[in-house]
């Protein structure tokens, strides 16, 4: 979900393997000339996790002309999340996302470091080293309906989930909870 997701800056390269085809990036970025970076991120820990959206955007503050409020933008995020619950992914959107997936495992394994620190991940979280070939096995066998079932544990209305939304600047956000409710969201 986080790489079909994607996003990035508005002002990056693009092109393969940059997010460029993202749902954020064709949804927001390239809509919403006022957002400079929306992304998507997760945090995968042994009893927990951590799922979540962020933009970055012109303030409507402080007499800036063609800004936006966090209130104003908030409802595009959160349609984004209602879109994983409700609404089918395209083969072919699902498959360029568990190819990118693939490509960024295969480019972060390059990386000594990084291998080290994944060894180190997949042993406090799974007890042994996950090879490369099962890894890729599991991204290809995920279907539309494992992301519809995975949104709805994370953020469906049964979930039991609260969401956090987190505002910097000067705008206050206002009544989100609203926002995730009218969405079909947990609130």
């Known amino acids: ?29 390239n809509h919403y000339t006022q957002v400079d970076h929306c992304a998507s991120f997760h945090h995968i820990y ?3 996790s951590l799922f979540g959206l962020f933009a970055s955007f012109l303030p409507a503050g402080r007499g800036m002309v063609g800004g936006n409020t966090p209130g104003q933008i908030l409802p595009h995020l959160v349609h984004q999340l209602s879109l994983l619950m409700y609404v089918d992914v395209p083969g072919e959107e699902l498959q360029r996302a568990k190819n990118q997936l693939n490509s960024s495992l295969m480019m972060a394994l390059e990386s000594r470091a ?21 890894m890729t096995a599991k991204i290809g066998a995920v279907t539309g309906e494992d992301v519809k079932r995975v949104a709805a544990r994370l953020f469906g209305p049964g979930a039991g ?8 600047g000067h705008e206050d956000v206002g009544a989100y909870e609203e926002e995730f409710v009218k969405y079909g969201l947990a609130a």
């Open 1 to 29: 979900m986080q790489v079909l997701l994607g996003g990035g800056g508005s002002f990056s390269a693009g092109g393969p393997g940059k997010g460029m085809y993202s749902r954020l990036y064709t949804h927001i970025l």
């Open 114 to 134: 990084i291998e080290v620190e994944d060894l180190g991940r997949q042993i406090l979280v799974h007890d042994r080293k996950i090879p490369v070939t099962e």
């Open 46 to 48: 042994n009893d927990s």
């Open 161 to 168: 989930n609260k969401p956090t939304v987190v505002v910097m």
